[in-house]
């Protein structure tokens, strides 16, 4: 468990490095997955029920996906102004975010086994050695620039 820990930690922390602010938007999505796959579990009995969780799930991740990458191209193709709201894509976002709903996707499936430890979904979601692909993607751009 503690080993747990320490890697939850400093996957955290290397993704910081990256971007600071971003570390809450990773811990939400990590939260609402984990609620979300306890939730399908309970209802494992009620098919409609999970679709519905599994619906809810989509949408608010296609929200939260479409807020970061695509809100400022929407706006700009009405407006004609480009990054009218200054809005910083973060790292990864996608990736993390797909990594979450890999975790419902294969509860709901039964392919998966629900976890009931937090630290377990966290790990899944942000164990830093699949995040330092992108990071270095990231920073590699940057450098271009």
């Known amino acids: 468990m503690g080993k747990n820990i320490f890697l939850f930690i400093m996957s955290l922390l290397f993704y910081a490095y990256g971007e600071p602010k971003y570390v809450f938007l990773m811990l939400f999505m ?25 619906f809810l799930m989509v949408v608010i991740d296609v929200c939260i996906l479409g807020y970061f990458k695509y809100l400022n191209f929407i ?16 790292i990864g976002i996608s990736f993390f975010t797909f990594q ?30 699949q995040l330092i692909a992108v990071l270095l993607c990231y920073m590699k751009q940057s450098q271009m620039k």
């Open 100 to 129: 979450a709903i890999s975790y419902v996707v294969d509860v709901y499936r039964g392919k998966g086994k629900v976890q009931t430890h937090f630290l377990n979904v966290g790990l899944y979601v942000s164990l830093f050695p």
């Open 75 to 90: 706006v700009s193709i009405f407006t004609g102004k480009a990054d009218t709201f200054k809005i910083a894509l973060p």
């Open 30 to 54: 990590i939260l609402l997955h984990y609620g979300l796959g306890l939730l399908i579990n309970k209802y494992s009995d009620d098919k409609k029920m999970q679709k519905l969780i599994l």
